[in-house]
């Protein structure tokens, strides 16, 4: 039976769309130090920094780091049809290579005959890319290319041809069937994608003269959309198309705001710009440095006193990664659904950091693709102050955000009697968010809730949910039942599905179920 589109695929493809993201941290680090100790105020600052062969090290850290940046389109075709495969996942890998390599091949030959694409001179939306002239389409060309490779794949990889024509039968005839499905897709894409682009661009123009209110919506509909797992869907676009700006940096044009952000670090002349900074969530050091530890205080002075002690092991382990990736899921969840309220609450505060952000021109990046705000800070901020990065605001708007978030939390928890952790009856349970140990009792509830192996057909993860699509969702056990017998932090219900809520867990809980049900 076909699969049909739903909700849960719909998610799927954000989390998905992580993968390569959360490849980025390294890159952004490498190229962040390998920029800040070859800046020319560094140099004459320590002219040791001079020497032919400490610069050579540096500029080999920025290289380093530039070998994500700078091929982020085909790393993201690679993860999106992987992470759709059903089976055989290396070739699925192989053919979105061969048909991104197909589609911008085309694109080359076609737009050059039509006079539309000259190698030396590309105009803006062109450029080269894996050594081709063709058209930029970022890394919407690349998730293109691994939907349509996974959909082939999926539907061909088992197929089997007449006697004469065996040989190419199963995966053999996937490579065929990508180089001209993607072929096709390049022919379209040199028509359709110039489009696009003007599109991408005004509605950039558009969001850009919004200035400042434009910062807190985007700020504030990233985090008001986490409860559905669709906040990737907020700032991806930016981060990798010219809806995050366009930008000649060194003589090169540079589209998406990741994208231009890398250029000004590795370039020894460029100044930060706040109108592309603020599309690299600037805003989110301060709420997940400052505010979401603030919050966190809140609940554990809340908390009733015989259960402070375990209530700080549960806020630690969630604020560690709060501070040092930017993932603030484990916090969040952790009120999310007992008080709904200090959601909206937290929602608004990220909308008034990016506010708050954009008036002080705060240039330091803080999703976990540069590092996590700390890591941000230091290599992002401090190191990079000569280029203007302002990181001084970070920390005294961090000091009033911490505060605002420790007083208006502890208040509504105290006026509203609301049941963060801590203040649960007697008879409840504290959920240690940190802990990776799975009992083999706990593993065996969890499939016995989602109505045993045979009502399982696939099982999957993010950072914080397990995502499971199930064929029967009548015998699936109730949200109670779910937090009652397996402490998860919530549950939320899907079309073909349902996907609970673990913190930190998620992944392993995942994990284990594959394994214990001879899943790929």
């Known amino acids: 039976m076909k699969d049909k589109f739903s909700f849960s695929q719909f998610q799927k493809l954000g989390k998905v769309l992580m993968t390569p993201v959360m490849i980025l941290p390294i890159a952004g680090i490498l190229a962040g ?44 075709a690679v993860s999106v049809s992987v992470g759709y495969a059903q089976k055989e996942k290396g070739i699925a890998a192989l053919c979105s290579v061969i048909g991104f390599l197909a589609m911008n091949n085309v694109m080359n030959v076609l737009l050059t005959s039509l006079g539309k694409l000259d190698p030396a001179a590309m105009t803006t939306g062109q450029s080269m890319i894996m050594g081709i002239a063709s058209l930029d389409t970022g890394v919407f060309g690349g998730i293109l290319i691994g939907l349509l490779v996974a959909w082939l794949h999926n539907k061909y990889y088992n197929i089997q041809l007449p006697p004469v024509l ?17 072929s ?16 991408l661009t005004a509605m950039g123009e558009l969001i850009y003269s919004t200035g400042a209110a434009g910062s807190v919506i985007y700020g504030l509909s990233e985090r008001a959309l986490l409860p559905f797992g669709l906040h990737h869907f907020i700032y991806t676009p930016f981060f990798f198309t010219n809806l995050g700006g366009s930008m000649e940096i060194d003589g090169t044009i540079v589209e998406g705001a990741v994208n231009i952000y ?3 670090l590795a370039s020894p002349t460029a100044m930060f710009d706040i109108n592309i900074t603020r599309f690299v969530m600037n805003g989110k050091v301060i709420f997940a440095m400052f505010g979401m530890p603030g919050a966190a205080l809140a609940i554990y002075h809340t908390a009733k006193p015989e259960k402070k002690q375990m209530v700080k092991a549960l806020l630690i382990a969630a604020v ?17 659904f007992v008080a709904p309220l200090l ?17 002080f021109q705060v240039n330091v990046p803080g999703p976990s693709s540069f590092g996590g705000p700390f890591l941000s800070t230091i290599f992002n901020g401090i190191m990079q102050s000569d280029k203007g990065s302002n990181w001084i605001w970070i920390f005294i708007l961090g000091v009033f955000f911490f ?43 969890i499939i016995e809730g989602l109505g045993g192996a045979d009502n399982i057909l696939n099982v999957d993860a993010c950072f914080t949910r397990l995502r499971v699509k199930v064929k029967d969702k009548a015998l699936v056990m109730s949200d109670a039942d779910w937090k009652a017998k397996t402490a998860a932090n919530g549950v939320v219900q899907v079309s073909d599905g349902v996907q609970i809520i673990y913190g930190t867990k998620a992944d392993v809980y995942k994990n284990n179920i594959k394994n214990v049900l001879n899943m790929e």
């Not at 190419?168 to 499905?181: A, C, D």
Request: charged share 15%.
């Open 33 to 76: 130090i390998g920029s800040a100790f070859t800046t020319q105020n560094i140099i004459n600052t320590f002219p040791v920094l001079g020497n032919e062969y400490i610069r050579l090290f540096f500029n080999l850290l920025k290289a380093m780091g530039n070998t994500i940046n700078n091929y982020l389109p085909i790393i993201f």
């Open 166 to 182: 065996g040989i190419f039968s199963g995966t053999k005839f996937v490579p065929m069937i990508t180089l001209l499905g993607c």
């Open 184 to 199: 096709a897709l390049g022919f379209v894409m040199a028509f359709v994608w110039p489009v696009i682009q003007g599109g």
């Open 262 to 264: 890398n250029a000004m």
């Open 320 to 336: 560690i990664p709060s501070i040092f990736t930017g993932i603030t899921e484990p916090i969040e969840y952790s009120f999310l």
């Open 343 to 359: 959601f909206v609450v937290h929602a608004g505060f990220a909308g008034l950091a990016y506010f708050l952000t954009y008036i």
């Open 403 to 445: 505060a605002a978030y420790y007083i208006s939390f502890r208040f509504l928890i105290q006026k509203f009697d609301f049941k963060t952790p801590g203040r649960e009856e007697d008879d409840a349970e504290i959920k240690e968010l940190g802990s990776k140990k799975v009992s083999d009792d706990i593993l065996a509830t």
